[in-house]
Every structure is written in C-alpha cells, then in structure tokens.
C-alpha cells in the first residue's frame, strides 16, 4: 500500500482524536488533504438538515465561499451530497464549474475533485478540492479522499453534531478584491494582495495572523481609518470604496465603534466624561452611564484613567465604542497589553456585547485561542485569506486558555 496514502489517513485520524474542535479538525484535515493532492484550494460544505441546503463551512487558501450555499442538486456541492457520488472534473472538461447555486462561485479552467462526506446511512456534506499542480486528479486522489472523508463523516456523527450555521442575511460589510499598497521611497510594498470578505451581522469574526499580515490594515480601510489601493467596500451595500470626507466623517462617527490596543483614553478626562465625548457627537447615543454598567465600571465613573488599571482602562474603551450604538465594532489587538486573567474579563464583556446587544464584532489578534470564542475565524497571511471556517459550537471566553 502506498506509504502516502497510509500516512494521510493516519494524519486525519490523530487530527480527529487530538482536536478539542470539530470545526478546527475538519479545517486541518481539509489542509491535509490538500497537501496530500496537491490542490491549490479546498472547500468543506456541510447539510444542513433543516433547509435542505449545503453550506460552506471551511475553505483553505480561498475566501470566496464561505457562507455561500446550495439547494440540494444544485451546483457541484448540491450535486455530489443529493447522489452520494464524488465527482471529478479533468482540466480540459471543467470550464466554468459551478460550486453552489445560480448565482454561485464559479471555478474555470481547473481540475475538481468533489466527494461526498458520508457514512453508511447519510450523506453529511462534501469536500471540494481544486487546482491540482501536477495535472488532472487520479483514481489515487479519490480514492484517499473518500476514504478520509468517511472517516470525517464517522467522527461528525459520533460526536453528534447539527450543522444550522446561518439565517439567510445579508453581509454587514463586503469586501472584495482589497490591496493595499505602501510607497517606501522608490519601494512600493504590498500588504492586502486581493482580499475578499463578507462579515455578517450579529456575528463574532476574528481574524488571525502574524504580525506584518495585514490585519491591522484590513481593519482600518473598513473603519475609514485608511484608503485601500485598489477593490471595493460596501457598507449594507452601500459603495464606500472612495466617499467623500463628509461621507467618512459620519460612517467613522455614526457606523463603526473603535477599541484600540493602546486604549487611547483623554487623559484629563474621568471615565465618564471619555464616554460622554464620544455620545456628545452621535445622532442617538445610549446613556454613558449605563455604558459604563455594561462594562462593570460604574463605581469608576470619576476615576480619570491614570487611576485605572489597563483592564480597566481597555474596559472604558469598549464602553466607548458602546454609546454610540454602532452596527459594527472593530477591536484591533484589544488584549494584546493585558494579562490572562485581564484579558478573559476584557473577552468577556465582548462576548456579552454580541450575545446581549446583537452588534457585529470583528476583532484581530495574533492569539488563536483567542479565535475559539468567534463565530467565524479567518487566518491573513502575507496579506492574503489563508483560510477561512465557521464555529459552529463556539467556547466562551471564561473557558479560555492559554
């Protein structure tokens, strides 16, 4: 028997048995599959019962179908989990494959290999992988990957899961083939190399990535707080790829809450009054007092920041994206300067937020445990979506650890 073909079963198994996330585990065994056939991108879409829809769940090295879904007989994805039969498309006979539905992504002129997740009795969802670098897919390839996504499919239903990933919503923000450029000198220096993003209300996202990745920078084109080179923003599909200062001014005063690792508290000004500047400029702010109890500082309501430990202090900034009631808040590195146990109740607060107030969270970190809490975790590297995949059991923050 192939030693290959050995060794990446093994590889999914201990993923399996090791992961303390299912969604995790599926992510690292979509990698491993990928490197295993050479494929330049992968997908994992998952049935959603309830709807008869398939989802995707789980990309690697692509982050244009994430969210997307299929009626079942629809596209590849709903082709493969209605018959139970993989499909494979060479090359030369693929030419404008649809993935999902009418209005899905479309892969051109690549092989595609689609297998269908499945036990004895169901079929879970399926893998699509695409892009093979030595030429078309072998009987080899799929033969591993049904093998291993049977394996995948055992271990979905062992555990028990339901996959209800997403109400039918419209994305908050979109962000579509982002770059972003420096000029050093005579050097012009790439950071975003064609993002794509959708983040979508009432949902937790973090984004992952080394320092130097772009996260920061992402962050700030869609804060305003920065122009990208090249590509588009849509805010509820409005254009706000180039707006007009006044434009900026009130998506920056009224849209988007800040939280900055550095806090950027006024210094001569108490923790109420940080807050209430920030009201004093929104349309229809809440009460910086009761913004303050949201984040468990009321009685420090006096106490000017100098006072105030940087929990504390980061706890006052959070409030202060709060009053002004945004759609979306952006949190860059908020725990970067704090300790474990600082940072859980910093998490938690956020946590609260989302669950309690329904606002959209899109937080960067360079902490993956950190990224268990997020409904959607998406990995930047070298200023490209790596990766992208859907928590579907997220953890609290109390139950962090690192």
């Not at 030693?3 to 093994?10: D, L, M």
């Not at 995707?56 to 079942?72: K, P, Q, R, V, W």
């Not at 050093?184 to 220096?189: A, Q, V």
């Not at 009761?290 to 006072?307: F, N, Q, R, T, Y």
């Amino acid at each position: 028997m192939d030693t290959t073909y050995v060794q990446t079963i093994w590889q999914v198994m201990d993923e399996l048995h090791n992961a303390d996330q299912l969604e995790k585990a599926l992510s690292s065994c979509l990698d491993i599959l990928r490197d295993a056939t050479g494929s330049n991108q992968g997908s994992i879409w998952m049935l959603d019962t309830q709807s008869e829809r398939v989802i995707a769940l789980i990309e690697s090295n692509t982050a244009d179908t994430i969210g997307e879904s299929a009626a079942l007989g629809e596209g590849v994805a709903g082709e493969v989990v209605l018959t139970s039969e993989a499909r494979n498309y060479n090359s030369s006979e693929a030419g404008r494959v649809r993935l999902a539905g009418a209005d899905g992504p479309v892969i051109t002129d690549e092989s595609i290999l689609a297998v269908p997740i499945r036990t004895p009795q169901h079929t879970l969802g399926c893998m699509i992988l695409s892009g093979k670098e030595t030429g078309d897919y072998t009987d080899d390839d799929a033969r591993l990957c049904e093998n291993c996504c049977a394996i995948l499919a055992l271990d979905i239903d062992d555990k028990g899961f339901e996959f209800r990933p997403f109400e039918d919503r419209q994305p908050v923000v979109t962000v579509r083939d982002v770059i972003k450029e420096f000029q050093n000198g005579e050097e012009i220096r790439q950071v975003l190399k064609g993002v794509n993003l959708d983040v979508f209300p009432g949902e937790l996202m973090v984004v992952l990535g080394e320092s130097g990745c772009g996260k920061s920078t992402l962050l700030n084109i869609i804060g305003g707080m920065d122009k990208m080179t090249s590509g588009k923003l849509l805010v509820e599909g409005k254009d706000m790829s180039d707006p007009s200062e006044d434009e900026l001014t009130r998506y920056r005063r009224e849209y988007v809450g800040f939280i900055f690792q550095s806090y950027n508290l006024m210094p001569n000004l108490s923790a109420y009054e940080n807050i209430e500047f920030i009201g004093e400029i929104a349309d229809d702010p809440m009460d910086s007092g009761e913004a303050l109890k949201m984040v468990g500082l009321e009685d420090k309501a006096d106490h000017l920041p100098s006072a105030l430990s940087g929990g504390q202090m980061q706890r006052v900034s959070i409030a202060r994206a709060l009053v002004k009631k945004p759609k979306i808040i952006l949190a860059d590195e908020p725990t970067a300067a704090l300790d474990y146990d600082t940072s859980v109740k910093v998490l938690s607060v956020i946590e609260e937020i989302v669950r309690e107030q329904k606002t959209t969270v899109l937080m960067v970190t360079h902490n993956p445990e950190i990224a268990k809490m997020a409904n959607r975790v998406i990995k930047l590297r070298d200023g490209k979506i790596s990766s992208a995949r859907v928590n579907l059991h997220p953890h609290k923050a109390a139950d962090l650890v690192w």
